[in-house]
């Protein structure tokens, strides 16, 4: 099968390290990355398909239909059973590359086969439906106004209003800051959406202001709006999980969050870390009642896309956050745009709970990767591969350095330790796990990278042989 027999490790670890890539929105690193993959085996499919992916959400919809349609043709000699999957998927990326060349008609074609392949494809149907003939509108009645998009969060600079929502955010945030000074304090915005509590914490005195979110074109679109209206503001906005923040701030707010959280344990526990002992974390919580004498609970609530919302009562929320703050106190409710219940908490004076930094070696195939991915996705650990550093670093090195044995480790056991010290010192306060085979005996670097993580503030070092 010649997909089978172009797949090499070399191109695995490569297509592995783009994904990492992609999920920390590095797009320009994974498209390199990519290319680097396909030159060595220019039959692989998949890298073909992760290129044209990468390419369209960088914008570059022609070079991703050729990365697309390069897939195809090579996906259709495989001889395994779920090939009609994976070439559904790129008729719907096809689709979308089409669609934003404006070609409609070729677009609605792909839709089609993706359709075909992939019944249940949602977003391909609903591409579909856009692009069919429209029946003819009705006249509009007399005075009738047009209609405008209304998004969440409603945006005023200086009385002007640069962004409809549905919540009056400046409100919100003047109930959210009643009684507490932001003048030259860090702030912490997590889920920002617009930015409008990042400017509005700014205004207010704040010294410097981090926007955190998990979407990027939220990110995109919050840091055109701080260029076009206040380039001059201390604020920056960053991608990244509420449970993997890292840094120190005065006051955190966790507006409209908690009932969004899949990991609550995990984020309130890295909130905790990040509070300065006299900071402040301020939250709303969507709550069922406000009867402190029913039990602790949980209710499910439908949610969006499927999900279910976890709403408790005061109870089990107080309970929940008197887990990892000494002082939870409740206050009036908040501004909402759908009437919900959402209540003001205040909590203060964290407690202690301290990073760990487990460190992983052994063997080849002797199980650190698996383990790592497990700290990573069941405990909230921040992952780092070393077989990943030591790819971005050969991908770049002079070939005279890094094919010769001495001048290869020469060159490449200093680049390794400073690109620890660097990661490592973006990642203060939060659990972090470090797997690879060079921290094996014979390479003696084991101990200088847990001096590393000692200089950089972790005192819980596991080091873990497999």
Known sequence: MREATTHTKTCQRLLGLASERVKNNDLEAAKEILEAAISLSPENSLAHYHLGSVLKRLGHSERGLEQFKKAEEIAKSWLVLDVDTFLGGIYFHQGECLLKLGKKELAASSFKKCNSLIPNHAKSAEHLRSLSPKPSPKPAAPNAQPSQDVGYQRFVIDGKEIL???????????QMTQGIDLKGKRVLDIGFRAGAMCYYAWKAGAASVLGMDIERDLRIEAEKRKE?????????FGICKASRIPGQYDVIFASALFHWLEDTDITLRQMARVLHPDGVFLLDVWVTDSDMRNPPIYSPRPGHAGRVHWIPNQRAIRLHLSQFFEKVEFGELVETPNNTD???????????????????????????????????????FDRLSLDDVFCTWYFHAPSDIRDVGKLKDAAYKPYELEFINQWAASRTNTD???????????????????????????????????
């Open 228 to 236: 076009q209206y206040f380039p001059e503001a201390p604020i920056s």
């Open 342 to 380: 959402r209540r003001l908490i205040q909590c203060r004076e964290p407690k202690p709970h301290p990073t760990q930094a487990i460190v992983i070696y052994g063997d080849p195939n002797a199980g650190k990767t698996t383990m790592a991915y497990a700290l990573e996705y069941g405990r909230g």
């Open 164 to 174: 409809k929502g549905q919540l009056d955010t400046l409100k919100k945030f003047e």
């Open 432 to 466: 972090i796990v470090i797997e690879g085979g060079r921290l094996r005996d014979s390479y003696n670097q084991r101990d200088k990278v847990t001096e590393i993580l000692r200089n950089q503030g972790w005192e819980n070092i596991l080091e873990v042989g497999l």
